[in-house]
């Protein structure tokens, strides 16, 4: 991957509709840069991740989501062969993760959910010292941190120390880092957590870049909007299991097709009217601190609650979204 | 084909050590020194004046000075082998970090051993060069004691990171310092022979390591022979350097990549 080639195109075509063959067939294809079947990891008795099945393209950016628990980092420590599988099959560009670690890791790029940069070192020494553990040469090294740094918008913090950074150049540096090596495939374990707003509008940004260079993606995350941006594909895990699979899209108008109204009471209220507002629409979700009615016109259902007796604090009116897609097929809610 | 991937980890420990080596070398000097004038020649001026005949034959300061080298390296591999180790695991994470890289948990813990070791060599030199300058002993024979103070202190490197792999609290690893270290660095020798030590307590000194260390070193200063064959001592600090060396790579696995 060349970050200055000006003839990368700009949008890359996409094959997101296709379905990838039946597994087994596919392992060895080299279009397939992971192959999993029936994957589960057990950590004594408890079962992180329970048999899940799922193919991942090459230049193709797939996304897990899910809660905190479903199973996502247990998922990308075995496909960055930092953590042996407990049973099924997992082929990861080609390769065995427990047999061929090293080989595999040396093709792979990783944004770890902790940063774990030496923070009293330069973002230079940073670097550099993570690109000789891949054995690259200094000269080639250098070379590469220029090239990176202009990449994440860190060149003039060469040689600032990490713990001088702010939490979002920090993980600029961690993704500089990742691709030291010119990997195959990238993945991120909650690239934007903890990050403000403006600092992950940032990172999406170098991330969808990436994407448009052809480089694998997988990213794992608790935010629909990071999925919805950056994911071709995702899955939603709950409890170490596939409970959803496609494209964010495909899975809101499956799932949670049409718009969402959103309606707040004070205190107390929701218990006593739960039953008027199922009476809205075919599918209404009652949570904690809010109803949701799901509807085909928003407006229609906006005027229908006016007339009613109910009296809620705010209306809001949006688009459905993954969030609401995770909330239909677990009945909770995805983040908290 | 390619550097072991160990050596990259050296590499990577020497470039996090250019930061701080000024105050690292100043203190390596600063130490023995210290030792050299409270314990050798103030303290020395005490005993040699109740012993005529000096202990085993030689002033105190002479007697005392290559068993501190020892025990220093001692300190020095216990002190490598528990903090960056407990920095690469618990605090910055770093060894989290290498493992994401081609480098493998034997890798890692070789390039760790052979760093530290090296961290003990620098320490002992300059000890050394400071026991030829108090003119305890000339520069070659206080440079041939590095030797065996070298073997302690890695089977020290070995030993404390082997501990701390296997901790589940930080708290561990200042009671080691407190209850091991520091012990064994007061009674095994290097201070007083361990003839004054209670009867009972003479062969608990003798299966530490400092024990060794410190009489193989002594026996290079003085010219005499040591109270242990030097071939047994040399081999016992060599089984603990490789032993405990290959007991810390399962706990690391387990905890680094599960």
Same mark, same amino acid.
């Given at each position: 991957m060349n970050l200055h080639d000006p003839r990368v195109p700009n949008v890359q075509p996409r094959t997101g509709t296709r379905r990838v063959p039946p597994t087994g067939i596919v392992a060895r294809v080299s279009a397939i840069a992971i192959h999993a079947h029936a994957l589960s990891k057990r950590f004594g008795d408890l079962i992180a991740v329970d048999a899940i099945s799922f193919d991942v393209k090459k230049g193709e950016s797939f996304g897990f989501l899910g809660p905190n628990g479903a199973g996502k980092t247990s998922t990308m420590r075995m496909i960055g062969a930092t953590s042996p599988i407990s049973g099924g099959e997992l082929i990861v560009l080609g390769l065995n993760p427990d047999t061929d670690g090293p080989t595999l890791r040396s093709q792979l790029g990783v944004v770890p959910q902790e940063n774990n940069l030496d923070e009293e070192l330069t973002v230079h020494d940073n670097l550099m =010292?993570? #690109?000789?553990?891949?054995? =690259? @040469?200094?000269?080639? !090294?250098? /070379?590469? %941190?220029?090239?990176?740094?202009?990449?994440?918008?860190?060149?003039?913090?060469?040689? @600032?120390? %990490?713990?001088?950074? @702010?939490?979002? =150049?920090k993980r600029r540096v961690v993704i500089a880092r990742g691709l030291i090596n010119d990997p195959d495939l990238f993945i991120l374990d909650e690239p934007t957590t903890g990050l403000d707003p403006q600092a992950r509008h940032v990172l999406w940004d170098r991330l969808y870049r990436l994407k448009q260079r052809g480089v694998t993606l997988i990213i794992t995350t608790h935010y629909m909007d990071e999925a919805e941006q950056l994911c071709d594909r995702v899955v939603v895990m709950d409890k170490?299991? !596939?409970?959803? /699979? #496609?494209?964010?899209?495909?899975? %809101?108008?499956?799932y949670a097709p049409g718009e969402v109204v959103e309606l707040r009471f004070p205190i107390g209220v929701l218990e006593e009217i739960g039953g008027q507002i199922q009476d809205l629409a075919s599918r209404t979700e009652v949570l904690a601190d809010r109803a949701l009615v799901y509807t085909g016109d928003a407006e229609q259902t906006i005027n229908t609650i006016r007339e009613s007796s109910l009296e809620p604090e705010t209306v809001l009116a949006r688009r459905s979204t993954l969030e609401d897609v995770f909330l239909r097929l677990t009945g909770r809610s995805l983040v908290e | 084909m390619a550097t072991p991937l160990s050596l990259r980890v050296v590499e990577a420990e020497a470039r996090v050590y250019r930061r701080t080596w000024r105050g690292s070398v100043a203190s390596s000097f600063l130490n023995p020194v210290l030792y050299m004038l409270a314990m050798g020649l103030g303290l020395g001026a005490l005993v040699d004046a109740n012993m005529p005949g000096g202990i085993d034959g030689v002033s105190y300061l002479t007697f005392l000075a290559p068993g501190i080298l020892a025990a220093n390296a001692m300190q020095t591999g216990a002190t490598e082998g528990a903090w960056k180790v407990m920095g690469g695991i618990f605090w910055a994470k770093t060894w989290h970090a290498r493992l994401a890289s081609p480098i493998s948990i034997e890798g890692l813990v070789l390039g760790h051993l052979l760093w530290s070791t090296g961290r003990v060599v620098m320490v002992s030199v300059i000890f050394a060069v400071v026991i030829a300058a108090f003119q305890v002993a000339p520069l070659?024979? +206080?440079?041939l004691a590095v030797g065996p103070a070298v073997l302690l202190g890695a089977a020290m490197v070995s030993a404390t990171t082997a501990f701390t792999v296997r901790l589940k609290e930080q708290a561990g690893l200042p009671m080691f310092f407190r209850f091991v270290v520091l012990p064994m660095f007061l009674f095994s020798g290097a201070f007083f022979p361990i003839s004054q030590l209670p009867n009972w307590l003479q062969p608990v000194a003798l299966?530490?390591?400092?024990?060794?260390?410190?009489?193989?070193?002594? +026996?290079?200063?003085i010219g005499a022979p040591p109270a242990v064959t030097w071939w047994i001592s040399t081999a016992y600090l060599a089984a603990w350097i490789v032993g405990f060396g290959l007991l810390c790579v399962k706990p690391l696995r387990k905890r680094l990549m599960p």
């Amino acid at each position: 991957m060349n970050l200055h080639d000006p003839r990368v195109p700009n949008v890359q075509p996409r094959t997101g509709t296709r379905r990838v063959p039946p597994t087994g067939i596919v392992a060895r294809v080299s279009a397939i840069a992971i192959h999993a079947h029936a994957l589960s990891k057990r950590f004594g008795d408890l079962i992180a991740v329970d048999a899940i099945s799922f193919d991942v393209k090459k230049g193709e950016s797939f996304g897990f989501l899910g809660p905190n628990g479903a199973g996502k980092t247990s998922t990308m420590r075995m496909i960055g062969a930092t953590s042996p599988i407990s049973g099924g099959e997992l082929i990861v560009l080609g390769l065995n993760p427990d047999t061929d670690g090293p080989t595999l890791r040396s093709q792979l790029g990783v944004v770890p959910q902790e940063n774990n940069l030496d923070e009293e070192l330069t973002v230079h020494d940073n670097l550099m =010292m993570y #690109g000789r553990y891949f054995d =690259m @040469s200094r000269a080639e !090294i250098r /070379e590469r %941190i220029d090239e990176l740094l202009d990449f994440v918008q860190l060149t003039e913090k060469r040689d @600032s120390k %990490i713990q001088a950074l @702010s939490g979002g =150049m920090k993980r600029r540096v961690v993704i500089a880092r990742g691709l030291i090596n010119d990997p195959d495939l990238f993945i991120l374990d909650e690239p934007t957590t903890g990050l403000d707003p403006q600092a992950r509008h940032v990172l999406w940004d170098r991330l969808y870049r990436l994407k448009q260079r052809g480089v694998t993606l997988i990213i794992t995350t608790h935010y629909m909007d990071e999925a919805e941006q950056l994911c071709d594909r995702v899955v939603v895990m709950d409890k170490g299991r !596939i409970v959803a /699979e #496609g494209s964010p899209r495909a899975l %809101i108008d499956e799932y949670a097709p049409g718009e969402v109204v959103e309606l707040r009471f004070p205190i107390g209220v929701l218990e006593e009217i739960g039953g008027q507002i199922q009476d809205l629409a075919s599918r209404t979700e009652v949570l904690a601190d809010r109803a949701l009615v799901y509807t085909g016109d928003a407006e229609q259902t906006i005027n229908t609650i006016r007339e009613s007796s109910l009296e809620p604090e705010t209306v809001l009116a949006r688009r459905s979204t993954l969030e609401d897609v995770f909330l239909r097929l677990t009945g909770r809610s995805l983040v908290e | 084909m390619a550097t072991p991937l160990s050596l990259r980890v050296v590499e990577a420990e020497a470039r996090v050590y250019r930061r701080t080596w000024r105050g690292s070398v100043a203190s390596s000097f600063l130490n023995p020194v210290l030792y050299m004038l409270a314990m050798g020649l103030g303290l020395g001026a005490l005993v040699d004046a109740n012993m005529p005949g000096g202990i085993d034959g030689v002033s105190y300061l002479t007697f005392l000075a290559p068993g501190i080298l020892a025990a220093n390296a001692m300190q020095t591999g216990a002190t490598e082998g528990a903090w960056k180790v407990m920095g690469g695991i618990f605090w910055a994470k770093t060894w989290h970090a290498r493992l994401a890289s081609p480098i493998s948990i034997e890798g890692l813990v070789l390039g760790h051993l052979l760093w530290s070791t090296g961290r003990v060599v620098m320490v002992s030199v300059i000890f050394a060069v400071v026991i030829a300058a108090f003119q305890v002993a000339p520069l070659f024979e +206080s440079l041939l004691a590095v030797g065996p103070a070298v073997l302690l202190g890695a089977a020290m490197v070995s030993a404390t990171t082997a501990f701390t792999v296997r901790l589940k609290e930080q708290a561990g690893l200042p009671m080691f310092f407190r209850f091991v270290v520091l012990p064994m660095f007061l009674f095994s020798g290097a201070f007083f022979p361990i003839s004054q030590l209670p009867n009972w307590l003479q062969p608990v000194a003798l299966i530490t390591p400092v024990y060794h260390g410190v009489e193989l070193a002594r +026996s290079i200063v003085i010219g005499a022979p040591p109270a242990v064959t030097w071939w047994i001592s040399t081999a016992y600090l060599a089984a603990w350097i490789v032993g405990f060396g290959l007991l810390c790579v399962k706990p690391l696995r387990k905890r680094l990549m599960p």
